[in-house]
């Protein structure tokens, strides 16, 4: 039988753990993020049809354009929201 040494174990291990967290693609954040608030609950048909079309745009985009909707005025009621939803995000 061949003995197993604390090197080899070691090593073995180091490699598999390596294996593991590289092996998983990174997801890349997205170019432009953009919030679109509404005075509507979660299940409105306007606040549904909206986070479709949003997810329908980041699918065209290829993740470059990220669309959250914050439904319940989340972001503010209608005199704070457009301060809150004209904030957008350009990474390079």
Known sequence: MKKITRRALLGTASAACAAAILGKPVEAAAEFEFKLGVNTPDSHPLT?????????????????????VFPNSQLGGDP????ASNRWRHRR
Not at 56 to 64: H, K, P, T
Not at 80 to 83: L, M, V
């Open 48 to 68: 549904i049809r909206l986070s479709e079309a949003a997810r329908e745009m980041a699918a065209r985009s290829s993740g470059r354009l990220a669309i959250m």
């Open 80 to 83: 704070e929201r457009p301060a």
